[in-house]
T-cell receptor, first 114, second 114 residues
Framework: DGGITQSPKYLFRKEGQNVTLSCEQN?????MYWYRQDPGQGLRLIYY???????QKGDIAEGYSVSREKKESFPLTVTSAQKNPTAFYLC?????????????FGDGTRLSIL | AQSVSQHNHHVILSEAASLELGCNYS??????LFWYVQYPGQHLQLLLK??????LVKGIKGFEAEFIKSKFSFNLRKPSVQWSDTAEYFC????????????FGAGTTVTVRA
């Protein structure tokens, strides 16, 4: 079945450490997104990518970095500069930046600080 | 700044009761509208969407939503809820002229008591 795979499901970070969250999709979608979900705040956009080798900052990009070297992969690195990284991270994809294309979501990665 | 407001943080209902969740957005341009649902332990799933045409849209599991352009609203309804409708519900607005970025409401937790 086609879908979005996020790994790991749970991740723990030590102070001062960078960690990378994986997102892979086999839907042949052009656009991919990273969101952060906090209780009572819904989802907030971190980064998005419309095509390979291109990405843009979302609303809360500080302390995060991404790459898009392959169409199917969009990893997110939570750097030590992100002072409040504890959250649930969701990856999504869609066919392209055009109307009538809802986003499909992965199962998420829950990141916690040790 | 563009925002999406969901009126209720937590709604508690008995089975067979009717459900209405409010959603208002502040973006003035052309939008696409979505309701997503997140069942306990599962990923976000698309419940229904509005792109154009009939402002009353029907989704899965007996849900429907009405787009009222003059009120910037997209309220979700279900005439008779079931215990299995217990979930968190998110309203989302895609900004067509802003890279089709999605903005989410804070979510409404719906608890249906048997």
């Amino acid at each position: 079945d086609g879908g979005i795979t996020q790994s790991p499901k749970y991740l723990f970070r030590k102070e001062g450490q960078n960690v990378t969250l994986s997102c892979e999709q086999n839907l042949n979608h052009d656009a991919m997104y990273w969101y952060r979900q906090d209780p009572g705040q819904g989802l907030r956009l971190i980064y998005y990518s419309q095509i390979v080798n291109d990405f843009q900052k979302g609303d809360i990009a500080e302390g995060y970095s991404v790459s898009r070297e392959k169409k199917e992969s969009f990893p997110l690195t939570v750097t030590s500069a992100q002072k409040n990284p504890t959250a649930f991270y969701l990856c999504a994809s869609t066919q392209g930046q055009r109307e009538n294309q809802p986003q499909h979501f992965g199962d998420g990665t829950r990141l916690s600080i040790l | 700044a563009q925002s999406v407001s969901q009126h209720n943080h937590h709604v508690i209902l008995s089975e067979a009761a009717s459900l209405e969740l409010g959603c208002n957005y502040s973006y003035g341009g052309t939008v696409n509208l979505f309701w997503y649902v997140q069942y306990p332990g599962q990923h976000l799933q698309l419940l229904l969407k509005y792109f154009s045409g009939d402002p009353l849209v029907k989704g899965i599991k007996g849900f429907e939503a009405e787009f009222i352009k003059s009120k910037f609203s997209f309220n979700l309804r279900k005439p008779s809820v079931q215990w299995s409708d217990t979930a968190e519900y998110f309203c989302a607005v895609a900004r067509i002229t802003d890279d089709y970025k999605l903005s989410f409401g804070a979510g409404t937790t719906v608890t249906v008591r048997a």
